[in-house]
């Protein structure tokens, strides 16, 4: 059940390499206010481009780390019930045993619970 959790290790990685595509974006952003800035119109466009292919790219990761992240939880959440063995194996009998147990109990707590709030 734990090696379940490897499965968030990619997820990780590509959240890492979404933020460090988001820096590159506010570079090339910096990058392109100073171009203005200064007044040099034949850097724009490679600067423009590298924002552009950046933002693609963070996007990309982002999602692939977040689709990793929803099949690795459902696989570990929903999962972990289908793979775990159940600590012994009940009996018919001990299931009716169970039950009565429980019965009783409910039965117990209304008769008290009544005892305790008279009406009127």
Excluded at 5 to 12: G, I, N
Excluded at 45 to 72: D, H
Excluded at 93 to 105: K, L, M, Q, T
Aim: positive net charge; charged residues 20%; hydrophobic residues 40%.
């Amino acid at each position: 059940m734990r090696a379940a959790y490897f499965l968030f290790l990619p997820a990780w990685f590509f959240l890492a390499l979404s933020i460090y595509q988001g820096i590159e974006v506010q570079r090339s952003y910096v990058a392109y206010l100073v171009a203005v800035r200064a007044k040099i119109s034949d850097r724009i466009g490679p600067i423009a481009q590298n924002m552009n292919n950046a933002t693609q790219s963070q996007i990309k990761w982002l999602e692939f780390g977040l689709c990793v992240l929803r099949y690795g939880s459902s696989s570990t959440l929903g999962g972990g019930c289908l793979l775990t063995k159940p600590a012994r194996e009940d009996t018919e009998g001990d299931r009716n045993e169970n039950f009565s147990a429980w019965v009783g109990d409910l039965h117990r707590g209304y008769w008290l619970w009544e005892a305790n709030n008279p009406k009127g």
